[in-house]
């Protein structure tokens, strides 16, 4: 589904990506791990094609996406979740999840997102700033998924949400990969991360330096902590 | 207590031109980050664009209202295309440089071809008088007040109440996030552009039957206008508007009162309000 070819990024003098390359397939969720500043984000943001990259190739089903723009990108169904969620604070929630143009035809109509998000269908009015952490982070995936992205690219979104909220996130994202949508998830919560994902790279100084499946994580969990510093 | 009332009245009708301006300015910086120095330049224009339309083709001020706006409009639209687009991924000093430049060639041009006297426009409607009350008001400036009033509003309107309003203030508010979620923002930018100018046109165009109209109208109004965007808050829409209606008011209730400070009030306020809030009455601080 998303393929991602020794991607490398800089900025200014500094190297953020160094030929990384991983692939996710429809319906599997992917993890990328790695200590701050081991070019996760940055991952993301190429992919997204926010960031150019200095190297390497993206391709979405197949098709190379490296030299389209980032509105293109997000037509052809990538869903971007970026690490500060970005809700518009000035839009409503209502705003805020109609405004990417529908992308595909699995896309999520309005009734079913209000469905499956009470939260937000009881503050569609509210001002996207006025929303605590937790339901900023469920607008900022509900928002892709109405849009109808095959491919999720979540930038840590449990990040200091609480436990139930985090479980809530857990629900959402087995539900998409349910449904065929591939998500590419930058987790430091690795008990999290086992619980959604089905294969997990580990990145460290711009590299993809591992693959490791479950078993691997949960073995080595006191290792892998270790190296991410937590 | 009338006299008060008058004054009052006068700033609304001086503010109405500080809103029709500070609104521009403000989708358009809001839009692309440009502070478009040759907004006053281009007030300055509509109402010449009223003066000549009236002298050599003899079209009377609905003419004017209606043409000067749209062709300031494409001429805007064009500006920014040629000139104004090439520049916007470099630093912003570059388009400051570039719109301050464009402001002084018009307004150098207009002087070459007009002198620097002074051009009476004689086509406006409604002569006379207006009973408000308490005092009686020229009904042509009651209309400038109107036309301001229903302006700002429907431009409000237009901003929260439609697909294309929420476009632009999303990539008001985050220009690349917008693109990542499938909007191609450079597509508004050209628009939104022409609209802020199609705005500084109209002004001028009212403002040519009740001021000088000279090649300097504009950069003499468009300092207080700078000052108005910054404290009602550098690309907001809402807080340009009430600022601009509210300077209005505390220039001529300076007048009144205390005369010695009604060309000062305005910086005065606008340091106070940057030193409480930096990022003016109604503005946001900018995401790093």
Same mark, same amino acid.
């Given at each position: 589904?998303?393929?991602?070819?020794?991607?490398?990024? #800089?900025?200014?003098?500094?190297?953020?990506?160094?030929?990384?390359?991983?692939?996710?397939?429809?319906?599997?969720?992917?993890?990328?791990?790695?200590?701050?500043?081991?070019?996760?984000?940055?991952?993301?943001?190429?992919?997204?094609?926010?960031?150019?990259?200095?190297?390497? #190739?993206?391709?979405?089903?197949?098709?190379?996406?490296?030299?389209?723009?980032? %509105?293109?990108?997000?037509?052809?169904?990538?869903?971007?979740?970026?690490?500060?969620?970005?809700?518009?604070?000035?839009?409503?929630?209502?705003?805020?999840?109609?405004?990417?143009?529908?992308?595909?035809?699995?896309?999520?109509?309005?009734?079913?997102?209000?469905?499956?998000?009470?939260?937000?269908?009881? #503050?569609?009015?509210?001002?996207?700033?006025?929303?605590?952490?937790?339901?900023?982070?469920?607008?900022?995936?509900?928002?892709?998924?109405?849009?109808?992205?095959?491919?999720?690219?979540?930038?840590?979104?449990?990040?200091?949400?609480?436990?139930?909220?985090?479980?809530?996130?857990?629900?959402?994202?087995?539900?998409?990969?349910? %449904?065929?949508?591939?998500?590419?998830?930058?987790?430091?919560?690795?008990?999290?991360?086992?619980?959604?994902?089905?294969? %997990?790279?580990?990145?460290?100084?711009? #590299?993809?330096?591992?693959?490791?499946?479950?078993?691997?994580?949960?073995?080595?969990?006191?290792?892998?902590?270790? %190296?991410?510093?937590? | 207590?009338?006299?008060?009332?008058?004054?009052?009245?006068?700033?609304?009708?001086?503010?109405?031109?500080? +809103?029709?301006?500070? $609104?521009?300015?403000?989708?358009?910086?809001?839009?692309?980050?440009?502070?478009?120095?040759?907004?006053? *330049?281009?007030?300055?224009?509509?109402?010449?664009?009223?003066?000549? $339309?009236?002298?050599? +083709?003899?079209?009377?001020?609905?003419?004017?209202?209606?043409?000067?706006?749209? *062709?300031?409009?494409? +001429?805007?639209?064009?500006?920014?295309?040629?000139?104004?687009?090439?520049?916007?991924?470099?630093?912003?000093?570059?388009?400051?440089?570039?719109?301050?430049?464009? *402001?002084?060639?018009?307004?150098?041009?207009?002087?070459? &071809?007009?002198?620097?006297?002074? @051009?009476?426009?004689? @086509?406006?409607?409604?002569?006379?008088?207006?009973?408000?009350?308490?005092?009686?008001?020229?009904?042509?400036?009651?209309?400038?007040?109107?036309?301001?009033?229903?302006?700002?509003?429907?431009?409000?309107?237009? $901003?929260?109440?439609? @697909?294309?309003?929420?476009?632009?203030?999303?990539?008001?508010?985050?220009?690349?996030?917008?693109?990542?979620?499938?909007?191609?923002?450079?597509?508004?930018?050209?628009?939104?552009?022409?609209?802020?100018?199609?705005?500084?046109?109209?002004?001028?165009?009212? *403002?040519?039957?009740?001021?000088?109209?000279?090649?300097?109208?504009?950069?003499?109004?468009?300092?207080?206008?700078?000052?108005?965007?910054?404290?009602?808050?550098?690309?907001?829409?809402?807080?340009?508007?009430?600022?601009?209606?509210?300077?209005?008011?505390?220039?001529?209730?300076?007048? $009144?009162?205390?005369?010695?400070?009604?060309?000062?009030?305005?910086?005065?306020?606008? +340091?106070?309000?940057?030193?409480?809030?930096?990022?003016?009455?109604?503005? &946001?601080?900018?995401?790093?």
């Amino acid at each position: 589904m998303l393929d991602i070819e020794g991607m490398s990024a #800089r900025y200014g003098e500094a190297t953020a990506l160094d030929g990384a390359s991983l692939t996710v397939g429809a319906g599997e969720v992917v993890t990328l791990v790695g200590r701050n500043g081991a070019g996760k984000t940055t991952l993301l943001r190429c992919v997204m094609g926010l960031h150019r990259p200095a190297a390497g #190739r993206v391709a979405l089903e197949g098709r190379d996406i490296t030299a389209a723009p980032a %509105h293109r990108r997000a037509r052809l169904g990538l869903g971007y979740v970026p690490d500060d969620r970005g809700i518009y604070a000035g839009l409503s929630v209502e705003e805020n999840l109609t405004l990417p143009p529908v992308a595909a035809g699995s896309a999520w109509p309005l009734a079913r997102v209000y469905e499956t998000f009470p939260v937000l269908a009881a #503050r569609r009015r509210f001002p996207g700033g006025r929303l605590s952490g937790g339901e900023q982070q469920m607008l900022a995936l509900a928002r892709v998924l109405r849009a109808g992205a095959r491919v999720l690219l979540c930038d840590e979104p449990t990040e200091g949400l609480a436990p139930v909220t985090v479980r809530q996130i857990g629900d959402i994202l087995r539900g998409a990969k349910e %449904h065929g949508v591939a998500v590419l998830l930058v987790e430091q919560n690795l008990r999290f991360a086992t619980t959604v994902a089905d294969r %997990h790279y580990l990145l460290a100084q711009g #590299r993809v330096v591992e693959a490791l499946d479950n078993r691997d994580v949960k073995q080595r969990e006191d290792e892998l902590l270790a %190296h991410l510093g937590l | 207590m009338t006299s008060f009332l008058q004054q009052l009245f006068n700033g609304l009708v001086s503010g109405s031109f500080y +809103a029709l301006l500070a $609104l521009g300015l403000a989708v358009i910086f809001g839009m692309l980050r440009v502070v478009n120095f040759a907004h006053g *330049a281009l007030y300055m224009l509509g109402a010449f664009g009223a003066v000549v $339309l009236g002298d050599d +083709a003899g079209l009377g001020f609905w003419w004017a209202l209606l043409l000067v706006p749209a *062709a300031l409009a494409v +001429a805007g639209m064009a500006m920014e295309r040629l000139l104004v687009q090439r520049l916007t991924a470099l630093d912003p000093l570059y388009n400051f440089l570039l719109t301050f430049g464009i *402001a002084l060639v018009c307004q150098d041009l207009l002087r070459m &071809k007009y002198g620097s006297h002074s @051009r009476p426009y004689d @086509r406006a409607p409604f002569g006379g008088t207006v009973d408000l009350g308490l005092f009686d008001y020229p009904r042509y400036q009651v209309f400038v007040l109107a036309v301001s009033v229903v302006v700002c509003v429907a431009v409000w309107l237009l $901003l929260t109440r439609t @697909r294309i309003g929420t476009v632009v203030r999303a990539s008001t508010e985050r220009p690349e996030l917008t693109r990542a979620f499938g909007i191609d923002t450079r597509r508004w930018v050209t628009p939104v552009f022409g609209f802020g100018v199609a705005l500084a046109g109209l002004a001028g165009v009212l *403002a040519a039957p009740m001021r000088a109209v000279n090649s300097d109208m504009g950069a003499d109004l468009i300092i207080t206008v700078f000052a108005v965007v910054v404290i009602g808050g550098l690309g907001s829409v809402f807080g340009s508007v009430v600022a601009g209606f509210a300077i209005g008011m505390i220039q001529a209730l300076g007048n $009144l009162y205390v005369p010695v400070l009604s060309q000062t009030s305005v910086y005065l306020l606008m +340091a106070v309000v940057l030193l409480v809030r930096p990022a003016g009455l109604f503005g &946001k601080e900018e995401h790093a």
